[in-house]
């Protein structure tokens, strides 16, 4: 699912969010494109691979763990699998223990405990997307 506007395109990094909230997804979406972010959604894991089939690929991923049909596990150990996708920096963002992350089970490059704040998410996305 696209969520850009047309009338203004960016040339900062998209951001692919995965979440099965949709009030979480449309919520960070809001906040990524008013800041010039494009940005494309996916409700689990399987919807996000079937994203990443088509270009462009996003300079972020910003990546729920507990979703149905494919959680966040299985999502990035699929990325894993991959020598393109396992390059695109993936942020956790739950309300799960930050210490399973830690441990390299997800391999991120950061969590963000939910909820967050809007200048927490653009502090990391600006990382990897200006």
Request: glycine share 6%; proline share 7%; net charge negative.
């Amino acid at each position: 699912m696209e969520h850009e506007p047309s009338t203004q395109r960016s040339a900062r990094g998209r951001v692919l969010v995965v979440d099965d909230d949709p009030g979480i997804r449309d919520m960070v979406a809001a906040m990524l494109q008013i800041h010039g972010y494009p940005v494309t959604l996916a409700a689990d894991g399987a919807q996000a691979l079937q994203q990443l089939e088509r270009p462009p690929l996003p300079h972020l991923i910003l990546l729920d763990v507990m979703m149905p049909v494919m959680d966040g596990w299985q999502f990035r150990a699929e990325l894993l699998k991959d020598a393109t996708l396992a390059t695109i920096p993936v942020v956790i963002t739950s309300g799960i223990s930050a210490d399973y992350q830690l441990k390299g089970h997800l391999q991120s490059v950061a969590y963000l405990e939910k909820p967050f704040t809007e200048e927490q998410l653009l502090a990391l996305v600006r990382q990897y997307c200006n």
